[in-house]
């Protein structure tokens, strides 16, 4: 089983809404990452949580918060977004410095 | 600074062969990878590489020169279904996996 599940799959809030994304992967995989990407655009690294530790913030602003409950599950928290953060948001999953199991992804537009 | 190069386009005619290659420089090297992405879908492994040489896989290769900063990922056979992109990304140091920009791959029937 090598599958990342993302849900939603779409979603769409207002500027004052929060919301959560949530990400769950069951192959035992140390390593959890945020993406976002723009259309046409490469995956941008915005987290990596390590053993349950967040291990790298990529300057993110402050609006995204993510949180790693256990270690299977990935949440990023979403608060008084922007239209520009309207993305595909990615999450992936690793063991060790391999390859990385992506989910299907949330495509989210913020209004 | 960080950064990874490859053609922005490429296109290709069905049942040929396709090179599309990746130049990079970043903070340590701990393994290169290429993925595959369709339009609206999530990014599909395809190939890691992390010694000098070539690695083979069905109808995909992916070469690495570290000394050169330097891989490609070697399509053979083409099929309409490889129109997509294709990611070359490189883990430095802390588990950061640097994207490059990726190349869209056209094929043509």
């Known amino acids: 089983d090598t599958e990342v599940t993302q849900t939603p799959k779409h979603l769409v809030m207002g500027m004052t809404n929060k919301k959560s994304l949530k990400c769950e992967q069951h192959?035992?995989?140390?390593?959890m990452y945020w993406y976002k990407q723009k259309a046409k655009k490469p995956p941008e690294l915005m987290f990596v949580?390590?053993?349950?530790?967040?291990?790298i913030n990529e300057s993110v602003p402050s609006r995204f918060s993510p949180e790693c409950p256990n270690s299977s599950l990935l949440n990023l928290h979403l608060h008084a977004l922007q239209p520009e953060d309207s993305a595909l948001y990615l999450c992936a999953s690793s063991q060790g410095p391999n390859i990385q199991y992506f989910g299907a992804g949330t495509r989210l537009s913020v209004l | 600074g960080q950064n990874i190069d490859q053609p922005t386009e490429m296109t290709a005619t069905e049942g040929a062969i396709v090179q599309i290659n990746c130049t990079y420089q970043t903070s340590g090297f701990n393994g290169l990878f290429w993925y595959q992405q369709h339009a609206g879908e999530a990014p599909t492994f395809l190939s890691y590489?992390?010694?000098?040489g070539l690695e083979e896989k069905g109808r995909f290769s992916s070469f690495l020169s570290r000394s050169k900063g330097y891989s490609y990922l070697l399509l053979k056979e083409l099929q309409m279904k490889d129109s997509a992109s294709y990611l070359c990304?490189?883990?430095?140091?802390?588990?950061?996996?640097?994207f490059g920009k990726g190349t869209r791959l056209h094929i043509l029937p």
């Open positions: 949580y390590s053993y349950e530790k967040l291990s």
């Open positions: 192959m035992g995989h140390r390593a």
């Open positions: 590489n992390v010694l000098d």
């Open positions: 990304a490189v883990r430095g140091r802390d588990d950061k996996i640097i």
